[in-house]
C-alpha cells in the first residue's frame, strides 16, 4: 500500500514564504511523476507543478517563478518551496504520486494541507 505524507502548511502573510514536503511510503514499487496540486473554495483541483523522477519539471503559469518543485528519490520525498506568496495562493494543496506497479501506473494523493495567505 502507498500512502502520502504531507507537512508544512500553515498561516502566512502576503509575500512571505511556506516550505511544504510530501513523503511517500512505498515498498517495492518505483514512484514515477510526483507532484502538488491545489484546491481553493468552490473551485476545481488545479495543478501547481510536477516533477518527474528523472527531474523534469513542470509548473502553472500563476506560480512559475516564485514555486520551485524538488525531490529526494532516496526518500521518496518531494518538497513545494513557495515564495513571494499571494493571498489568490490560498488553498488546500495534495500531494500527487504516480506509481508504477506492475507496469500499470496508478495515482496515490495525500491529505492535503491548508495553505492561508493574508493580504
Known amino acids: 500500500q502507498v500512502q502520502l505524507v504531507e507537512s508544512g502548511g500553515g498561516l502566512v502573510q502576503a509575500g512571505g514564504s511556506l516550505r511544504l514536503s510530501c513523503a511517500a511510503s512505498?515498498?517495492?514499487?518505483?514512484?514515477?511523476?510526483m507532484g502538488w496540486y491545489r484546491q481553493a473554495p468552490g473551485k476545481q483541483r488545479e495543478l501547481v507543478a510536477f516533477?518527474?523522477?528523472?527531474?523534469?519539471?513542470n509548473y502553472a503559469d500563476s506560480v512559475k517563478g516564485r514555486f520551485t518543485i524538488s525531490r529526494d528519490n532516496a526518500k521518496n520525498t518531494v518538497y513545494l518551496q513557495m515564495n513571494s506568496l499571494k493571498p489568490e495562493d490560498t488553498a488546500v494543496y495534495y500531494c500527487n504520486a504516480v506509481v508504477d506497479i506492475d507496469y500499470s501506473e496508478y495515482n496515490y494523493w495525500g491529505q492535503g494541507t491548508q495553505v492561508t495567505v493574508s493580504s
Open positions: 516533477i518527474t523522477s528523472g527531474g523534469t519539471t
Open positions: 512505498v515498498t517495492g514499487f518505483s514512484i514515477n511523476t
